[in-house]
């Protein structure tokens, strides 16, 4: 699949996600030398990361608003999922991305709980339906940001 710009964002907010949780593991108490230099060593390659996404982000803008590059890219789903929040009501741009931002952070939080061994498998279970359901939620909040960004390149 090519790059849209739901992608990137998506990208961008998974890897905010994570400098995000290096960063907090950074500032715990007792950890040693090494260990603190390997965090430091992943929080730098992530920063980098993410510039160079922000980068990608603002390329793309420019590229799809001179008409240079594909704003959507038409999925093809075939699977079936009515337990997900519509996204219909969701009509501008920063909306969406904020949900999509939003819906990466639930995801990674019921990643953390899925993997927990402490749980009976019943929750372990239910937790992996929600994950299917949100990362569904996930998915069409990238299509909406696409949605939007050529509905509003179609109104120039």
Same mark, same amino acid.
């Given at each position: 699949?090519?790059?849209?710009? *739901?992608?990137?964002?998506?990208?961008?907010?998974?890897?905010?996600?994570?400098?995000?949780?290096?960063?907090?593991?950074?500032?715990?108490?007792?950890?040693?030398?090494?260990?603190?230099?390997?965090?430091?060593?992943?929080?730098?390659?992530?920063?980098?990361?993410?510039?160079?996404?922000?980068?990608?982000?603002?390329? %793309? =803008?420019?590229?799809?608003?001179? *008409?240079?590059?594909?704003?959507?890219?038409?999925?093809?789903? =075939?699977?079936?999922?009515?337990?997900?929040?519509?996204?219909?009501?969701?009509?501008?741009?920063?909306?969406?991305?904020?949900?999509?931002? %939003?819906?990466?952070?639930?995801?990674?939080?019921?990643?953390?709980?899925?993997?927990?061994?402490? =749980?009976?498998?019943?929750?372990?279970?239910?937790?992996?339906?929600?994950?299917?359901?949100?990362?569904?939620?996930?998915?069409?909040?990238?299509?909406?940001?696409?949605?939007?960004?050529?509905? @509003? @390149?179609?109104?120039?």
């Amino acid at each position: 699949m090519a790059e849209t710009l *739901g992608s990137l964002v998506d990208k961008l907010s998974i890897k905010n996600l994570r400098i995000w949780h290096l960063d907090e593991a950074l500032e715990e108490e007792g950890i040693s030398t090494s260990k603190r230099e390997e965090l430091k060593a992943k929080r730098d390659l992530a920063d980098k990361q993410r510039q160079d996404l922000t980068d990608e982000v603002d390329g %793309f =803008l420019g590229a799809a608003l001179r *008409g240079e590059v594909r704003i959507r890219d038409e999925k093809i789903k =075939l699977y079936t999922n009515t337990n997900v929040s519509s996204s219909d009501a969701i009509k501008k741009l920063g909306e969406a991305v904020s949900e999509l931002a %939003f819906r990466n952070i639930k995801l990674w939080h019921l990643e953390d709980e899925a993997r927990r061994t402490d =749980l009976p498998d019943s929750t372990i279970v239910q937790t992996k339906r929600r994950i299917d359901s949100t990362n569904q939620e996930r998915n069409d909040l990238m299509d909406k940001v696409d949605k939007i960004l050529l509905s @509003s @390149s179609d109104e120039k």
